[in-house]
C-alpha cells in the first residue's frame, strides 16, 4: 500500500461476473458467475481460504499441552503421539472437511455438475442428467430456532410423472443466505425455461 492508498481487489476475466454475500453465519462468500453460452452457466460459492495464521494457532494450543504433560509425566511418547495426531487431523480436515468453492456447472442440453473443491486440491464431482431434473427449487427449514434457505434439485420419479424420487440439496458448505440464493436460482430457472419452451417450439413448427 502506498500513499494510504489500499490496492484494487483484482479484475474478473471477461465473461465472469463475481459478487460478494454472506452466508447464514455471517460468513464472506463470492458468487462468481460465467456464461459459457445462452444454455451453459456456471455458479460457483467460493470461500475464504485456510488462513496460516489460524493454523499455526490450533497447533502451538495442541503442541503446548502436549508439552505440558510431557513435563509432569516425562514420557516422550506424549510429544511423538500429538504431532501425529496433528498431522493425521490436519490431513483428514484439508482432505474431506474444508470446503473451498461449490460449483454448479447447469447445461441446458446434458444435465447439472455439482463440484466441491477441497483445501488440499481435492474434487468431488456428481453429474445429474437433465432428463432427470424436475425443477430447482429453494426450500426453506428450522435449524436452531432458525428459518434457513436452501437451494435443491428435485428429481423426477420415474413410476409418477407429477412426483419427486428424490431432493439434492446444493451449497450446502457454504450455506448461503437468500438473497444469493435467489442469484442462483434465476440463473438456472432462465436455462430450464429454455429447454422447457424448445420441445413447445418444434411442436409448432
Not at 9 to 21: A, I, K, L, Q, S
Not at 47 to 55: D, N
Not at 120 to 146: C, L, P, W, Y
Amino acid at each position: 500500500m502506498e500513499g494510504g492508498r489500499s490496492r484494487p481487489p483484482p479484475r474478473c476475466p471477461p465473461g465472469v461476473e463475481e459478487r460478494p454475500y454472506r452466508s447464514a453465519s455471517g460468513a464472506p462468500l463470492a458468487l462468481r458467475r460465467r456464461q459459457h453460452s445462452a444454455s451453459c452457466r456456471e455458479l460457483a460459492l467460493r470461500r475464504p481460504r485456510l488462513q496460516l495464521r489460524s493454523l499455526s494457532a490450533v497447533t502451538s494450543a495442541v503442541w503446548l499441552a502436549a508439552y505440558g504433560i510431557f513435563v509432569l509425566s516425562e514420557n516422550s511418547m506424549v510429544l511423538s503421539a500429538a504431532i501425529f495426531i496433528t498431522l493425521i487431523g490436519l490431513i483428514i480436515y484439508l482432505h474431506f472437511v474444508k470446503i473451498d468453492q461449490e460449483s454448479l456447472l447447469v447445461i441446458g442440453s446434458l444435465g447439472i455438475q455439482v463440484t466441491s473443491s477441497y483445501a488440499s486440491g481435492k474434487e468431488s464431482t456428481t453429474f445429474i442428467e437433465m432428463s432427470r431434473v424436475k425443477d430447482v427449487v429453494i426450500n426453506e427449514a428450522i435449524h436452531m430456532q432458525k428459518v434457513i434457505y436452501y437451494l435443491c434439485i428435485l428429481l423426477k420419479d420415474p413410476q409418477d410423472p407429477q412426483g419427486v424420487s428424490e431432493v439434492v440439496p446444493l451449497f450446502q458448505s457454504s450455506q448461503p443466505r437468500l438473497d444469493c440464493l435467489m442469484e442462483v436460482y434465476k440463473s438456472c430457472q432462465e436455462i430450464l425455461d429454455q429447454r422447457k419452451e424448445a420441445p413447445q417450439s418444434s411442436e409448432m413448427k
